[in-house]
């Protein structure tokens, strides 16, 4: 069975929705998934419930790879999903079909090259860091105020969530933890 998946950012996005449906039903979609949301900040649930429905030979179909991922990382662990279930995965847009020979080639080639480039990327950030640490231009974070401590440690005591502490000192939930942690 063909199961699609479509997405958009937004509600703004209506049409891109509905052209997103109608190429995935031209595509032979009997099962269809979408959603309005975000791919970075938000919850898919409509993408769960496509990946928790299939079943050993059914594929998943989306017109093109950024409404289902957020990275070719997130594209990667969503095939090895499928893959478990005996899945395939398809993205109209690339011609990739994961069920075929050339298909999964052409998507592991995609993937090693993109997983090449983060590398690579990576590797000239370290030495851009410690280039410019060798300058004197970066001294990393700035530190957390002994007053922004003390407010942290005091609010824990009360029955406010990690969240809200954050949100109330105006410090990410991070630097709630650390704190926590270097007054343990």
Known sequence: MLIGYARTSTQDQKYSLEDQVAELKAAGCERLYQE?????????VELENALDYIRE???LVVKKLDRLARSV???????????AKKA??????????????????QFNLFAAIAQFEREVMLERQKVGIAKAKADGKYKGRKPTSDDKKDKILKLTLT?????????????GIATVYRVLKENS
């Open 73 to 83: 990382a997130h594209t990667v662990k969503i095939q090895e999903r499928l893959e």
């Open 159 to 171: 029955n406010m969530t990690r969240q809200e502490i954050a949100d109330e000192v105006g410090v």
């Open 57 to 59: 030979g059914d594929v």
């Open 36 to 44: 309005e949301v975000s791919s970075v900040d938000s919850q898919r």
């Open 88 to 105: 395939g995965l398809k993205i109209l847009d690339m011609d990739i079909d994961t069920t075929t020979p050339s298909g999964r080639l």
